[in-house]
């Protein structure tokens, strides 16, 4: 009992720093692919399958996002309690997740892709790895909530709310964008404008202004000021 009450006092401590603290229930999905839009897109997601360390990472921060890793760290650890998913952040340059099994469950999430001579070179051991991409897959969001989640979660990371009407999400990764404007459109939400890398864009980044409506504003009002520093 008292593993249990340690536990459950933790779940408590957590409550305000994650999606879980809403007032309604979150399905298993909807926690996956909050956690997933949190991850960090900007250069694109990769799968090395052979190398002995790599191959286990699902996805790393900057440092300097201290309250976004909080808030992702909290909700992974609830995920992880209640569906007995083992994994571990290690820190040294960056802020890592790192699987500790070989189930995965955000890999549903993804396409994987590999080109011709794509290969990931380490200097360590002077060896090449074969290299994947991964795209998310707008297959595996087909319900309602799991866009408006990951919605959210990809908002905590890559936007700003820039007036009660007007929102915006910037990134480097045109793919990531594009994917993020594809669940914008399935909900209905009105889009504003999308930029392209300009001399105004610091970094080439891609921007979607909207307007978000129902339950994604609700949903981003409620949550807009996690993970800001």
Not at 35 to 40: A, C, D, R, T, V
Not at 147 to 157: D, M, R
Request: glycine share 4%; net charge positive; proline share 3%.
């Amino acid at each position: 009992m008292e593993v249990k009450n340690r536990i459950y006092i933790l779940l408590l401590l957590l409550m305000n720093n994650s999606l879980l603290s809403q007032s309604r229930h979150f399905s298993k999905e909807e926690k996956e692919t909050f956690l997933l839009g949190m991850f960090n897109h900007y250069n694109g997601n990769t799968y090395i399958p052979t190398h002995p360390v790599l191959k286990n990472r699902l996805t790393f921060f900057l440092n300097d996002k201290e309250s976004l890793i909080k808030v992702f760290k909290d909700t992974l650890l609830q995920y992880s309690l209640e569906n007995n998913f083992k994994y571990e952040m290690r820190q040294s340059a960056f802020t890592e997740l790192y699987k500790l099994e070989d189930d995965n469950p955000f890999g549903k999430y993804f396409i994987k892709k590999r080109f011709t001579n794509d290969f990931y070179y380490d200097e360590k051991d002077d060896q090449e790895y074969p290299l994947y991409f991964l795209y998310l897959n707008k297959k595996a969001f087909k319900e309602k909530n799991s866009q408006i989640s990951f919605l959210l979660g990809a908002f905590i990371n890559n936007g700003i709310v820039l007036s009660d009407d007007k929102y915006v999400f910037k990134s480097g990764n045109t793919a990531y964008i594009n994917f993020v404007i594809v669940l914008l459109k399935k909900l209905n939400v009105k889009i504003l404008k999308i930029e392209g890398p300009n001399e105004s864009t610091l970094g080439g980044m891609r921007s979607v202004f909207f307007e978000p409506s129902g339950e994604l504003k609700i949903m981003l009002k409620k949550n807009s000021n996690l993970g800001k520093n």
